[in-house]
């Protein structure tokens, strides 16, 4: 039997490397083949799934002071940043000290920068984790200077990797009250992005209300589209480079998995891409999981950690309940 690991990560107790290992060690030790493919969907994870950063660089943190952010850059001129390790939430130390309005995407963009001065050409950025709502401007005016981003005519290629569909001017509205922004602040945010919405216009002669995903951290995706990047999305991207479609070809189970199954799992995010990926080719799929809500398992054959070992059990020793677990499916799948 060929079994293909492809899991998210489990948030907060175990990184998709490690449960995409855990797979393979009761895989393997049942007597079959495992190929390890840790995945994201351009959140948070995205950067250790290309295999972690063997690059780092000091940039301008979320609330201005610096910080050392790690990227990796392969051996043909492929970038993977992630913006959290620059101008994510808990850089700021969460939604309770992060300062919403001060809050700068400057470090995604000079990691992007840092990037292309060491010869990539293309460039993809994972979108979650963000303590911002500037709308991109700092990215923008640390990266005007290698615009366009749009991979034509010799430029560099930019690819957003992001998971919702939020436009650039509802950024504040949605995604603001995660990031510590209250009523008011909102209110602000969401008057700055439209001044900025169209100041992008103005400057760049490009409308980025319209543009589906724009709103992406903060509208860190609005303000990078302006200079020619494109939104893309994530997982389907990350799926592509990683090469699940090929590793799914010849596969008798996949086995995918986060740290809680809910109905969303199946609008853009790693469980349901995996899904969807494994039914057109006919490949059985299993979900192993922190937890699971009733209304998502259903469609896909789930197994729920919490149920099995305790909430507390499965949350502190993620991995050895997820070898265990699968360890004991995989037997009944022997002798069914």
């Known amino acids: 039997m060929r079994v293909v690991a492809a899991p998210d990560k489990f948030r907060g107790s175990a990184s998709a490397r490690d449960v995409a290992a855990a797979v393979a060690s009761a895989a393997t030790a049942r007597g079959a083949e495992c190929v390890e ?9 995205t950067l250790e799934a290309f295999g972690g950063a063997n690059r780092r660089t000091t ?8 910080v050392a952010a790690g990227w990796r850059l392969t051996t043909d001129g492929r970038a993977v940043v992630e913006m959290a390790t620059a ?11 992060n300062a919403p309005e001060e809050a700068t995407t400057r470090g995604t963009g ?17 979108l979650g984790g963000s303590a911002t709502t500037d709308g991109g401007l700092g990215a923008v005016e640390a990266l005007e ?19 919702v569909d939020t436009v650039f001017t509802e950024a504040a509205a949605v995604f603001g009250p995660q990031k510590g922004a209250n009523a008011l602040q909102r209110a602000r ?55 699940l479609g090929t ?8 086995v995918t998995g986060e740290g809680k199954l809910d109905p969303e799992s199946f609008t853009g995010k790693v469980v349901g891409g995996v ?14 999981v922190g937890t699971a809500d009733p209304a998502a398992s259903g469609r896909i054959e789930v197994r729920d950690l919490s149920a099995e070992f305790g909430r507390a059990e499965s949350f502190s020793n993620t991995t050895e309940c997820v070898r265990q677990s699968l360890a004991e499916h995989l037997a009944h799948r022997r002798r069914d």
């Open 37 to 45: 493919l840790p995945m994201a969907d351009g959140g948070e994870g």
């Open 59 to 66: 940039v301008t943190g979320p609330l201005h002071g610096n």
């Open 87 to 97: 101008s994510g939430l808990a850089l700021a130390g969460g939604p309770e000290h």
């Open 110 to 126: 000079e990691l992007i920068a840092a990037a292309l001065r060491a010869g990539a050409g293309r460039v993809l950025v994972g």
């Open 145 to 163: 200077d290698f615009a366009p981003l749009d991979g034509r005519a010799g430029h560099p290629e930019v690819l957003l990797c992001c998971d």
């Open 189 to 243: 945010l969401t008057e700055r992005l439209e001044r900025l919405a169209a100041h992008y216009r103005d400057r760049f002669g490009v409308d980025v209300t319209g543009l589906a995903g724009s709103g992406a951290a903060g509208g860190l995706a609005g303000g990078l589209a302006a200079l020619g990047a494109r939104p893309v999305s994530g997982f389907g991207t990350i799926a592509e480079e990683l090469g």
């Open 247 to 254: 590793a799914l070809d010849s596969a008798d189970l996949v």
């Open 275 to 288: 899904t969807r990926a494994a039914e057109e080719r006919g490949v059985d799929v299993l979900a192993v």
